[in-house]
């Protein structure tokens, strides 16, 4: 892997490439070993290697720990999903990785993006990397777009602020990420108010904004829950195709399981702050070995299992307060399979119960063995 | 169709549901038609799409108007300041165009009318030494305009500067920022006017940075509020997210959204300038003779009250109240035409 020291170069150096063009433009600047290139798969070049990210706050009632020891990488062209209810850290562990949270957040841990630790970095020099390097998609595109401001200006000024050359509304380049998203009609499209668009057209245009400088990590957060299902397919479609086209991993943020199951490669499922299973998406679907993740999953309906008049499985309690964690496993007392005296004394640490496959839990293995006992 | 520009006509179909039943059975098929032809605009309907047109909604178009075309019509709709816009039009092109349309050199004396009450060669009268009273106050309201306008613009500028800074960094600029604004707030304006002119100089320049200087505080405020609320949106974290620096953020995301409240402040500024300048120069710290402003023609003409010479006073004072006032009615157009909600 290479890694890029060089930082980026001052703002007049940037060299102008079309960003819809298939080879990401940090040829200049990331020079890459031609098996990086003919390697048929990317995905084992880490872009973002996220270690022990903490995000804690202080309250009037004591310290929110609203995420704990996270842990993953991403890797080039890689979708990781994050799964888990609200609450449980996922949009604040992203913006975490952005710098994005206010001052009051105390962030702990390391963000490698290609190598260089984000967390360390002056404001300066992480604006450099924020929608250049790593973009965000938003979850509610309406208010994530300026009103006042053309579709077009938006995704102009996207580029705008990592160039000197600037560009205007309906300039080619415009016209272009729109059409890439599926956006009939873009030249007209550019130059209309996001009011104008449909929630499905102004989540694209999003979408269009976050690669507007063909970056190597888009961070999607919840992109598809205010759509409905439709269009939410859409979406992912235009997800998947940018990733044919730019090599960009994809931090996927969701509760949609379907989702999930749909367009990542790999999941994380989180509960509280804390991460408590990893792995693939077959790892986790067929074989989830934390109970919280099983708990989730048996409580999916499903078409291809019969249930004869059986209730769909629930998850009994509610997600504890992220000041007042429950000592030991943040989940045990929701979970069936704790054990007094263990699960709520010491808190689980992410054992592998198979190659790549993690799970937070003093019987991840048993689990595991369990489901496999199932499937076969 | 009185309420055609609010509402577009989809939503005017809205209420027809409610048909009486009995009326239903009068409903000709060919109503409907004529109602959506008389609703939308026979063009509307006829004219589909032609050649190089957008191609998207064949048949009616939507709704697509821009920002500002919406402010337009709700600004067209405010009588009072549409007319209001026309008098300061007017008293503007009458006051800067004098040289061509005052019926006298300035300053030409006419020795043999000595203070004459306005007639068919005078309308406004002549002055004690002799000079056309509407060719003095159409120059005066030359000065008295400028500095209303130009205190506008700057304070308009300082206070949006300060106002930003303070409602998007917050914390202790925010603090530093507002304290300051609050120690011109409370400063006896009179006294720090009278004597920052009498020590600077009674320039016109000085008598609007002066002025500036102690109107900033109200636009800080209202822009320290506005941007509080708008700095929260998701758009600015978005903004944030695609690496745009505190400056950028400021300038092309977060005023673009408040140019509203700002524009009706500055208008409502000119007014408030106006009339401190009057003050000033009634008090005789304004401007200075031989420039003249209408303040300084009311000062002037101090010794007519009462006598036939009244006139003297009259007409500057007019233009005072007629110029306030209709500033202060464009500031309320504007207001409403900035303000969405508003379906006066």
Redesign the interface.
């Known amino acids: 892997m290479s890694i890029d020291e060089s930082g980026s170069p001052p703002s007049g150096a940037y060299v102008e490439v079309d960003p819809t063009r298939g080879s990401p433009p940090k040829g200049e600047r990331r020079p890459k070993t031609a098996a990086d290139f003919d390697a048929a798969d990317d995905r084992n070049v880490p872009v973002l290697q996220v270690r022990d990210l903490s995000v804690e706050f202080k309250t009037d009632d004591g310290r929110l720990l609203a995420v704990q020891n996270v842990s993953y990488t991403l890797h080039e062209r890689e979708t990781l999903g994050i799964v888990g209810e609200s609450g449980s850290g996922k949009t604040v562990g992203s913006m975490a990785v952005?710098g994005?949270l206010p001052k009051t957040a105390q962030v702990t841990g390391e963000v490698l993006f290609r190598g260089r630790n984000l967390l360390a970095m002056s404001e300066?020099e992480r604006?450099?990397?924020?929608?250049?390097r790593i973009?965000?998609v938003?979850q509610?595109a309406l208010?994530?777009?300026?009103?006042?401001?053309k579709v077009g200006d938006q995704i102009a000024?996207?580029i705008n602020?990592?160039s000197n050359v600037k560009i205007a509304t309906d300039d080619e380049r415009v016209v272009d990420l729109l059409n890439l998203v599926g956006i009939?009609?873009p030249k007209?499209r550019a130059n209309?108010?996001p009011h104008?668009f449909s929630g499905g057209m102004r989540q694209r245009a999003?979408i269009a904004?976050s690669i507007a400088n063909d970056p190597d990590v888009i961070i999607a957060d919840e992109p598809t829950t205010a759509l409905d299902v439709t269009i939410q397919a859409q979406v992912l479609e235009v997800f998947e195709r940018i990733q044919d086209r730019t090599k960009s991993a994809i931090l996927l943020i969701t509760h949609d399981l379907g989702v999930v199951a749909g367009v990542t490669d790999r999941i994380m499922v989180m509960y509280a702050g804390r991460q408590v299973e990893t792995g693939t998406v077959d790892d986790v679907f067929y074989q989830p070995s934390h109970p919280y993740a099983q708990g989730l999953l048996a409580s999916l309906p499903r078409l291809d299992r019969r249930r004869d008049g059986e209730r769909l499985y629930r998850i009994k309690g509610q997600p504890p307060s992220l000041i007042f964690l429950p000592p030991g496993c943040a989940f045990n007392p929701r979970c069936p399979t704790a054990e007094v005296g263990r699960c709520d004394v010491t808190r689980p640490d992410l054992v592998e119960v198979s190659p790549d496959h993690l799970s937070a839990c003093h019987f991840a293995a048993d689990l595991y063995e369990g489901t496999k006992a199932a499937t076969t | 169709m009185s309420f055609e520009s609010e509402i577009s006509p989809s939503a005017g179909s809205a209420g027809q549901p409610h048909f009486d039943r009995e009326r239903v059975g009068d409903f000709q098929p060919g109503d409907m038609a004529t109602q959506l032809e008389q609703g939308l605009g026979r063009e509307n309907l006829v004219g589909l799409p032609e050649e190089g047109e957008?191609?998207?909604s064949p048949g009616v178009e939507?709704e697509?108007r821009?920002?500002w075309q919406l402010f337009f019509r709700r600004f067209l709709r405010h009588r009072l300041a549409v007319a209001s816009l026309f008098v300061l039009i007017i008293m503007i092109v009458l006051c800067f165009g004098a040289s061509w349309i005052a019926p006298y050199p300035k300053n030409a004396q006419d020795l043999l009318a000595l203070p004459k009450p306005p007639s068919g060669a005078h309308w406004f009268g002549t002055d004690d030494l002799g000079r056309d009273e509407f060719t003095e106050t159409l120059y005066a309201g030359q000065i008295s305009l400028k500095i209303g306008i130009a205190v506008a613009l700057l304070s308009t500028l300082i206070g949006t500067v300060f106002g930003a800074v303070a409602g998007y960094f917050r914390g202790w600029t925010d603090q530093l920022v507002m304290r300051i604004t609050d120690l011109f707030l409370v400063v006896p304006q009179l006294v720090v006017l009278a004597i920052a002119i009498k020590r600077f100089g009674q320039s016109d320049t000085m008598i609007a940075l002066v002025l500036a200087a102690l109107f900033w505080m109200y636009v800080a405020r209202v822009v320290r509020g506005q941007v509080l609320s708008v700095r929260e949106?998701?758009?600015v974290?978005?903004?944030?997210?695609?690496?745009?620096?505190a400056p950028?953020i400021i300038t092309?995301?977060i005023l673009?959204?408040i140019i509203g409240p700002i524009m009706v402040n500055a208008t409502l500024a000119v007014a408030g300038a106006i009339i401190a300048e009057s003050t000033l120069s009634f008090l005789g710290f304004g401007v200075q003779p031989p420039s003249t402003s209408w303040g300084n023609m009311l000062s002037n003409a101090e010794g007519a009250v009462g006598t036939p010479k009244a006139y003297l006073l009259y007409f500057p004072g007019l233009m005072i109240f007629i110029t306030v006032l209709a500033v202060n009615f464009l500031g309320d157009g504007l207001r409403d035409a900035f303000d969405p909600q508003s379906h006066e």
């Open positions: 952005l994005l300066k604006q450099t990397i924020r929608g250049r973009a965000m938003f509610d208010a994530a777009l300026n009103p006042v401001f000024e996207a602020v990592h009939p009609n007209d209309q108010y104008e999003m904004m | 957008s191609q998207l939507p697509a821009t920002q949106k998701e758009f974290e978005a903004a944030r997210a695609s690496g745009a620096s950028r092309r995301h673009p959204n």
